[in-house]
């Protein structure tokens, strides 16, 4: 597969372009931002390879669905801010996403096997309208996901990443993911190590050991997040 650019996939605009009263409070955070970057898509996003956002400042909206049949990765570095607004349905085969990125999506999130979030200081966000659907989701202390419709996933993620929902598998770090994961996705002290997860996840490995998710049926059940 090949690896695509999304500013590549869409039309260079400006701030004063997109504004839009629900997106405002996000946008003002990028009024006078130099160097930052501002991206339109009129007819939405459909590829087969993987999609990068970049390093970051940047401003997507997607006109439509964004999608591909492959790695969707939504990411800042140095904790640059990032907004990518969506106003259809998201989908992805793998996704991960972090930093400063910051994703809202109008429709529902359809990721077909495994979803990430890192760091981000409280700033990695993916919120849906809709419903957020994974094999499994995977989070740091910092990243959240939210779903107005409920996520329906496998939940590895710390205690408190939400306030109606426990996760499944509780990612505190202390050395238990022996109990649930490959040995070949796990760091030096018996953690989840999230670079090795995701690039088993884009290979098509397992993640889990044998009968592991099988313990948790109510990943495929919609459950609230606020």
């Not at 009263?21 to 939405?44: A, I, K, Q, V």
């Not at 990243?143 to 993620?157: K, N, P, Q």
Request: with cysteine.
């Amino acid at each position: 597969m090949t690896n695509v650019r999304l500013e590549d996939l869409c039309n260079a605009t400006t701030l004063a372009a997109l504004r839009h009263p629900r997106w405002d409070p996000e946008l003002r955070t990028f009024e006078g931002l130099n160097p930052c970057t501002f991206w339109n898509s009129d007819t939405g996003v459909d590829v087969s390879g993987s999609i990068d956002t970049g390093q970051g400042p940047y401003v997507f909206q997607i006109n439509g669905p964004l999608k591909t049949k492959d790695h969707l990765r939504l990411w800042t570095d140095d904790y640059h801010p990032g907004l990518i607004i969506v106003r259809g349905d998201l989908h992805a085969r793998t996704l991960s996403f972090g930093n400063g990125a910051r994703i809202f999506v109008e429709g529902s999130v359809v990721v077909e096997d495994c979803l990430f979030g890192q760091y981000g200081d409280r700033n990695a966000v993916l919120s849906a309208k809709g419903e957020l659907r994974a094999r499994a989701a995977f989070l740091a202390n910092t990243a959240r996901v939210y779903a107005d419709e409920g996520v329906r996933s496998l939940i590895y993620a710390p205690l408190g990443s939400w306030e109606s929902l426990t996760p499944d598998i509780e990612n505190e770090g202390v050395g238990d993911g022996i109990q649930f994961f490959d040995p070949s996705v796990l760091d030096r002290y018996g953690d989840l190590d999230f670079r090795r997860a995701i690039e088993a996840a884009r290979a098509g490995q397992a993640l889990f050991l044998p009968g592991v998710e099988e313990q948790f049926p109510q990943r495929l059940s919609s459950r609230k997040t606020f």
